[in-house]
């Protein structure tokens, strides 16, 4: 069975620092791995997606995120938090047959002048 | 070109009773899954719908329903409502393929359901 899991559940950085959100997955084939991002009363908006054409993926916004299979993880990284960065993010996985999506528990992140 | 469109965006209702959520996908999408979203329980598949045939299914009770139409819009339903439904329904759809290809899904912005 597929899962991923969020570690922290609510991320405070100040504008301009480093925003490093924390997602592991556990999948028993090659997998599929997204990150999302909700702003309050909106759905869900792809910010970037690894298909194994190459581990380090960029997204949009100035996101990115580098898949490492031995440490199973798909961290998402911006050198730079703006304060419309704030949202609930989210990492989700698939195990690419349907699109049928497992999520993570989602990490709230917050955004300080 | 238009996103995903769900109708309503928000309705409340009385336990016992039943719903009918409607989802307009992206032109040219084939693909429907829709998603319940609680405080609880986070984000939880509960369907995803290709050519009007039901592909996959999560685990939730036989009171949740779905179809798509010949136009790839699609419903789901809820019967026997309970104050556990209240939630955000969100309904994702993307070009899809027969085996799946993982297109990115585009999700429209939900209904919220709330039973009182």
């Known amino acids: 069975a597929q899962s991923v899991t969020q570690l922290g559940s609510h991320v405070s950085v100040s504008e301009g620092a480093l925003v490093l959100l924390r997602c592991n997955y556990s999948?028993?084939?090659?997998?599929?791995l997204f990150w999302y991002v909700q702003y309050p009363n909106q759905g869900l908006q792809l910010l970037l997606k690894y298909t194994s054409a190459a581990t380090l993926v960029k997204g949009i916004n100035g996101f990115e995120a580098e898949f490492k299979k031995s440490e199973t993880s798909f961290h998402l990284t911006k050198p730079s938090a703006h304060m419309s960065d704030a949202a609930e993010y989210f990492c989700a996985v698939s195990d690419g047959n349907t699109d049928k999506l497992i999520f993570g528990t989602g990490t709230r992140l917050q955004v300080f002048p | 070109k238009a996103g995903v469109t769900q109708t309503p965006r928000y309705l409340i209702k009385t336990r016992g009773q039943q719903v009918t959520l409607s989802c307009s996908p992206i032109?040219?999408?084939?693909?429907v899954s829709w998603y319940q979203q609680t405080p609880g329980q986070g984000l939880q598949f509960l369907f995803e719908?290709?050519?009007?045939?039901?592909?996959n299914k999560g685990n939730f009770p036989g009171r949740f329903s779905g179809r798509q139409f010949s136009n790839s819009r699609s419903e789901m339903n809820v019967s026997t409502l309970e104050l556990g439904d209240s939630a955000l329904y969100l309904c994702a759809s993307s070009l899809g393929a027969l085996t799946g290809s993982n297109q990115p899904q585009h999700f429209g912005d939900g209904t919220r359901l709330s039973i009182l």
């Open positions: 999948s028993s084939v090659p997998p599929y």
């Open positions: 032109s040219g999408h084939r693909s």
């Open positions: 719908y290709f050519s009007e045939t039901q592909r």
